[in-house]
């Protein structure tokens, strides 16, 4: 059974740091991509990063490039998502999510995004 847990979230100031772990089951990093989305109270669900252990590619969405770094750990068959410098506009409720590509597509529409965690939320007051 493929599952996705993420973890990590919490309270920080703006500025601040946190590291967002996804600690996937029922496969490996190497069969399927993994990509960090977010929704924000009110907003649209929208892409964050993703990273492809098959192809060696990682993707990040405009507003969280040199901030945001994404890694994977294939010995614990997990995935980080560093963030650096919070924003207010950071909070949000953050999904991984399993599938066949890491791509500006899979990030702006979730396309072949297959499996989803429940989510964890980041909150950065203003």
């Known amino acids: 059974e493929v599952q996705l847990v993420e973890s990590g979230g919490g309270l920080v100031q703006a500025g601040g740091s946190l590291r967002l772990s996804c600690a996937a089951s029922g496969f490996t990093l190497d069969e399927y991509a993994i990509g960090w989305f977010r929704q924000a109270p009110g907003k649209e669900r929208e892409g964050v990063s993703c990273?492809?252990?098959?192809?060696?590619?990682?993707g990040y969405v405009m507003s969280v490039k040199d901030r945001f770094t994404i890694s994977g750990d294939k010995a614990k068959n997990t995935v980080y998502l560093q963030m650096n410098s919070l924003k207010p506009e950071d909070t949000a409720v953050y999904y991984c999510a399993a599938g066949d590509y890491c791509s500006v597509v899979s990030l702006e529409t979730a396309y072949g995004m297959h499996y989803w965690g429940k989510g964890t939320l980041v909150t950065v007051p203003s």
């Open positions: 990273i492809s252990s098959r192809d060696d590619t990682t």
